[in-house]
């Protein structure tokens, strides 16, 4: 897979984000077919240790 697809696929995420009170949550179409992908590399990304 290529730069250009993959941004295309998993950064060009058609969702919508809501906030309610201190939590924000981002809902992705049920028939999205890389939901698990994204949620994979958010999960991963979410397990880095912090920078400061």
Not at 13 to 41: S, V
Request: some cysteine; glycine content about 6%.
């Amino acid at each position: 897979m290529v730069a250009k697809t993959l941004r295309r696929k998993l950064l060009i995420i058609p969702g919508r984000l809501t906030r309610t009170a201190r939590r924000q949550t981002l809902h992705l179409p049920t028939g999205w077919p890389w939901a698990e992908q994204f949620l994979t590399a958010l999960r991963q990304l979410r397990g880095l240790p912090k920078l400061c």
